[in-house]
């Protein structure tokens, strides 16, 4: 099947993953790479490791009617939260007027779509949704859960990157009492996009760690809500942390074994969550973020010891935590192969 990709936003850190990911991909025919901020620059300006691979200039808009007649249609849109709530009935009637709607696959990177209530919603990005009526709609789309939702969906709410750490850490725990689960999350600074601001900028971060937004981060209702599916009974605690990387992200996980389960019972658990999963490695001891920086892959370590358990887990938050779960999430709904345009190992030492 050929794809034509879309990639609205694509000046940011969320956009350059995903025009470096998608010029590798077998199936992807077409690339266009819309930013407002760089409306008619070359998109080398601002993703200097593209030039020669993409050296075309970035458009102030698609337009929707001058796409090819055949072949799937996948619409990224890696801008901040609010941007695609807002824009996304004008989207849906253009994409009518062209006649292409039944042909996208539309796919979010932000917080718009992933909570399906507009209270949770208000209380988690401290605004109203603006388009609350959609929300419930989009397959959210941690990969290793929703991968049967994802096949038959062309709307797709893709995790935040600490949200799919720590819920790779919790899948294989499904149905069990737990009690309390403490969660430390530590991540690199472009975790925050390609602006700086006053906490985010190198030089006030380089050589500095602390915690932000401890009990209070907007990922916190994404885990609550695998918790409850899941059927796991656990108060989550989770405190995020500003590391000294660039790329990152780093989740321990915390939590007693109940009555019944020992190390070994729960190694059994996370192999048969994961078999058919590829891009989940486990691995003895600590994860690291080295081996996983600049790939698809999430690594996870488990450590059981009398009633004490902990999950370590390891990704990219531009990659698995982003781009790279999008184009995994991609692969399944248009039918393609899950590992297409993602299988390669990373830098190491990175
Ligand atoms: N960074 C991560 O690790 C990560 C992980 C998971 C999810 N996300 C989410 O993915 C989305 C993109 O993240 P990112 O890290 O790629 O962000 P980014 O580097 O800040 O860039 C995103 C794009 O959003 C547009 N933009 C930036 N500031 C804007 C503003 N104030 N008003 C309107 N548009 C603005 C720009 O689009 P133009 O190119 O059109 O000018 C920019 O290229 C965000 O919703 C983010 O929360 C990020």
């Known amino acids: 099947m050929k794809v034509h990709a879309i990639i609205l936003g694509a000046a940011g ?125 989009f397959v959210y789309g941690l990969s290793e859960w929703k991968a049967s939702a994802l096949r038959e969906t062309t709307r797709i709410a893709n995790p935040g990157c600490f949200a799919t750490a720590v819920q790779l850490a919790l899948l294989p725990l499904q149905g069990l009492d737990l009690g309390f689960i403490a969660v430390c999350g530590i991540t690199g600074s472009s975790g925050s996009g390609a602006l700086p601001s006053e906490t985010t900028h190198h ?24 918790i409850h599916s899941l059927g796991i009974t656990a108060q989550l605690s989770f405190v995020p942390h500003s590391a000294p990387l660039v790329r990152g992200i780093f989740a321990t996980v915390q939590f007693c074994l109940p009555e019944g389960l020992d190390e070994s019972g729960l190694r059994q658990r996370f192999q048969a969550a994961y078999r058919n999963a590829p891009f989940i490695r486990q691995v003895e001891g600590s994860p690291r973020t080295a081996s996983v920086v600049g790939t698809n892959f999430c690594e996870i370590g488990i450590k059981g010891n009398g009633r004490s358990a902990v999950i370590l887990v390891a990704l990219d938050n531009l990659i698995k935590g982003m781009a790279g779960q999008a184009v995994q999430n991609m692969n399944l709904s248009l039918g393609l192969s899950e590992k297409a345009g993602l299988w390669t190992p990373g830098l190491f030492p990175a």
């Open 203 to 226: 030089p006030t971060r380089a050589h500095d760690f602390r915690a932000y937004k401890a009990l209070e981060h907007q990922h916190q209702a994404e885990m609550e809500g695998l």
């Open 13 to 137: 850190y969320g956009g350059g993953e995903l025009l470096r990911l998608l010029i590798g991909h077998p199936n992807v025919a077409s690339i266009l790479a819309v930013s407002k901020s760089h409306a008619g620059q070359k998109v080398w300006k601002a993703h200097p490791n593209l030039r020669g691979f993409l050296d075309d200039a970035y458009y102030a808009e698609a337009d929707w009617s001058a796409l090819p007649e055949d072949g799937a249609i996948a619409v990224f849109s890696a801008q901040p939260h609010f941007e695609l709530a807002n824009q996304l009935k004008g989207l849906e009637s253009q994409w009518a007027s062209a006649g292409i709607a039944d042909r996208v696959t539309l796919i979010d990177l932000s917080g718009d779509f992933r909570l399906s209530d507009g209270q949770l919603f208000e209380s988690a990005y401290g605004k109203a949704h603006p388009c609350a009526d959609r929300l419930g709609t």
